[in-house]
């Protein structure tokens, strides 16, 4: 693990009598008993070395988590923690890759509480054991707002095998893992908690879209069955619309979806009964971290085996077709949906 | 490249007809022409899949530049680019690997002017190419602050053969490329412009400090070398005292350094003429991103002779010695020098 460098306003730092510096204690404390990977080298070398699993491919991603973009300053450490590996492990399962392990970027405020950071690092323990995701290395660093967390994660498939947006092919089913919509509802009911209300929302209801917003459950569960019986996957993170338009223009296909097929949780079908317009919210907002995968329908059988011995529902909601990138959602009287904004896009 | 989702305070956005978004062809214009790795799929899916190379270790590192933090809000993006990338090249560089891909996340302002991203993405795309290290997946944010950079670099070495900085032996000499303490200065100059009067520097050794801040130049030139001769290295971000104070404990040894060896540039020089007391900065200012290695007597012909192919000079300013973790640097009279703040850290 690297502490990073001379900073333009740098402050005066403590050093214990064995020479290490507060930032290495503080990567020892924490984060180092996340470091299982013998490769690792317990964090205290510059790199990690990992030799790949022979006829394997890595799969790479990254992505990152900004206070006050993609969580609230307020939300617990432990939800901060494991979204920031979550949305990285989502990415490993749409590509039908297992998880190896992950770096992880974190900066923290210089007035950080102690307590934030163990609740952090319990949590990010009990999700690398969980997910079999080891942390690999990592940087510590000081945020001149407030935290910051980026993670690159590496998985693995037999070579030639990741599965790609591209690949979907004209009479493959769509299938969808979970619920769609939920998160979104979620961060509305963050922004305007008076919403449960006009949404006749009970506690639980209430308590589901919050947590589905604050906590993703990635579906690297079904991660083998995808990589075996899609001709395409795709994770759900700028929104179901967005996400499988992707897919499409990535495939050169089009894709018929009956909006009525999309599953959807009780509480986010009490929501629509109230305000029929949040089909929106729950069609476009995102941060659903299901995954849409096209497959043959020869494959179906098998897709299905797979995601009920993972205990993971997954619903068909539509067909591939042949007209190039065009992605309909068709009502119940056969007219599309149009949307406002059909995906999230920062810029 | 994953664009990133759902926000607490998300924005409304356009999308073209095609159904791109804005940040899809931001990431097409400026980032997919540096992704040349065949495996990064031209940024076009959510994770790249690479065979690792037979018979390799993958080496794995990540270091992120945050504005205010690890540069200026004003200095150029192309400075940001070669900062952001090298940091990590040099880690690789010290490890004695070879860069085979990096992935990204890359945080800007809502309101970043077009021409910064184009500066910065062509001096990423020139550095990408001169250190062979193509862009393999990313991932575009919005930030609350300034611009963040947070990269992960992938190298690779035979089996088993990563340089530690566990390692050295009593009796291997100390090696260190470039010189010291250039970066330092220079960073005392962005923040006290009168010192380079008081210091008595010419225009040309005012820039060379300002530059060895404002652009590393890693080592990765050498890192074959360092691989077949070094028993132990780390590169000096956080300032050769401190870093080779790491290396020894880590090795569980001790390290004696001539003071009046260490490498200086005439600049450096300059200013130790001048204020003999910015010895501390020099040695423990960092971000240098030299290479500090312990190298067997036996090797060191090898060694100097690699870094004389590659232009690049090497000094040897000290013995291992086997007193466990004791580093010191000692004045030609023999005292050893202390320093109110050995090393750098965040916290």
């Known amino acids: 693990m690297s502490k990073n460098r001379q900073s333009p306003d740098q402050e005066a730092i403590e050093e214990s009598s064995s020479g290490a510096s507060a930032e290495d204690r503080l990567i020892e ?23 790949p699993p022979p006829g394997c491919d890595l799969v790479l991603t990254t992505d990152g988590v900004i206070s006050g973009v993609h969580f609230f300053p307020n939300d617990p450490p432990e939800a901060v923690a494991r979204k920031a590996l979550r949305i990285n492990l989502s990415d490993l399962a749409a590509k039908g890759a297992a998880p190896l392990g992950f770096l992880m970027s974190i900066a923290l405020p210089q007035d950080f ?11 990010l323990a009990e999700d690398a054991a969980l997910y079999r995701c080891p942390l690999l290395g990592g940087d510590t660093d000081r945020s001149p707002g407030g935290v910051m967390v980026h993670i690159a994660a590496l998985g693995t ?26 998160a979104a509802l979620g961060l509305v009911l963050r922004k305007d908690p008076a919403a449960a209300e006009r949404w006749k929302l009970d506690g639980a209801m209430r308590q589901h879209l919050l947590d589905r917003y604050l906590v993703p459950q990635p579906r690297n569960a079904i991660a083998e069955a995808v990589r075996r019986c899609a001709s395409a996957a795709i994770d759900v993170s700028d929104g179901l619309a967005g996400d499988l338009a ?28 109230a305000e029929p317009a949040q089909i929106e919210t729950i069609l476009t907002g995102g941060d659903d971290f299901e995954i849409i995968a096209a497959v ?51 810029f």
């Open 157 to 182: 498939v037999p070579h030639g095998t990741m599965v790609r947006r591209a690949g979907a092919r004209a009479g493959d089913r769509i299938v969808v893992t979970g619920t769609i919509g939920d």
């Open 113 to 123: 509480a102690p307590g934030w950071l163990e609740g952090f690092a319990r949590a």
């Open 29 to 51: 404390k924490y984060f180092r008993p996340i470091a299982t990977h013998p490769g690792a080298f317990g964090l205290g070398d510059d790199a990690a070395a990992i030799a």
């Open 296 to 346: 043959a329908p020869g494959q179906l059988e098998g897709f299905r085996g797979a995601a009920r011995s993972a205990s993971l529902d997954v619903t068909e909601i539509g067909t591939v077709v042949a007209q190039p990138c065009e992605t309909r959602f068709l009502a119940t009287d056969g007219r599309a949906l149009t949307f406002k904004r059909p995906s999230y896009s920062h």
């Open 246 to 273: 992707k897919l499409a223009r990535a495939s050169g296909i089009g894709a018929d979806v009956a909006a009525e097929s999309v599953p959807l949780s009780a509480a986010a079908r009490r929501v629509l009964d």
